[in-house]
């Protein structure tokens, strides 16, 4: 490996790790104006993404992610800070690096690597080449400051997440990833739960862990997780789910997701395979703090079905996972032996 891995160390020492939840909505809740930059405040308010963190860690995380997000030189441009690239993701590294270190247990710090939101040649302007670059930066930057993964999440193409798993390697950080799967159950490019595993076949460093996170509700990304850990058993699957569904309230965007709903949400992702669970969109601390207490209780139990999904979660917007509720796991299995 290009260095150490401390996913699988821990996941030796755990079964199952725990990680953070929102980082956008509580800093949102934490004072954040709309169309502020979040990266912008690990210079303007440290103090703020401290106690995010530790909010997090006291919660029982395994695993907190920077705040740096939008920490590429295409995202930052829109505030005007893409000649800070290196220097807010080194802090932002340096923060959670801070409370990691203090949490008296071991708490892995994974850089935040978001998708650029520039479309790739031939769709768009930016190159591949240009791509790798643009990571390189953000990540040389995060493991400067103390990340120990790159953490690259909610993507939709293929070729970016490729793009950003090289750049981990050229700078020599360890990494994952997460594509966002929407209502058709497949990422805005795309690409299926269970194709994620193939998308960086032939590098030179395989990912730590891939997987789903944000997307849409609850129970839909317990679906992907479902075709994901059929595709490949032997993977190292992360879901990070949205706390329930969104919802407006006036102006304002809530989520629909109890902590019983998301305690519920962590068995039965224990259940489907996942070795890596969190939340993302709506998840506070109270949230996790209910994750975590049903992780340490849960034992594993009977894979789920989608129904059953359904039935304890709520009802999914993956019109065609719906439409398969009836289907178990074993009787796709089956139907694929009889095609082939």
Known sequence: MTATNPI???LAEKGVLLADGATGTNLFAMGLEAGEAPELLNETAPDTITSLHKNFVDAGAD?????????TRHRLK??????????LNKRAAEIARAVADKAGRKVIVAGSVGPTGELLVPLGAMTYDEAVEAFAEQIEGLKEGGAEVAWIETMSAPDEIRAAAEAAIRVGLPYTYTGSFDTAGRTMMGLLPRDIHGVVDGLSETPL????????????????LLDMTEAKPEATV?????????????TEIHYSGTPELMADYVRLAVDGGAK?????????????????????AHTKADRPTVATIVERIGPMRNKVATENTAETSEARRERRRSRA
Not at 63 to 71: D, E, H, Q, R
Not at 280 to 295: E, P, V
């Open 209 to 224: 862990g891939v997987g789903a996170n944000c997307g849409v509700g609850a129970s839909d990304i317990l679906a992907s």
């Open 8 to 10: 699988d160390a821990l």
């Open 276 to 296: 890596i669970i969190g939340g993302c969109c709506g998840t506070s601390f109270q949230h996790l703090a209910a994750m975590r207490k049903a992780l340490d």
């Open 78 to 87: 829109l505030h005007h800070a893409q000649d800070r690239v290196h220097a």
């Open 238 to 250: 992360i879901v990070k789910g949205n706390c329930g569904i969104p919802e407006f309230r006036g």
């Open 63 to 71: 695993i907190i992610l920077t705040n740096s997000f939008g920490g």
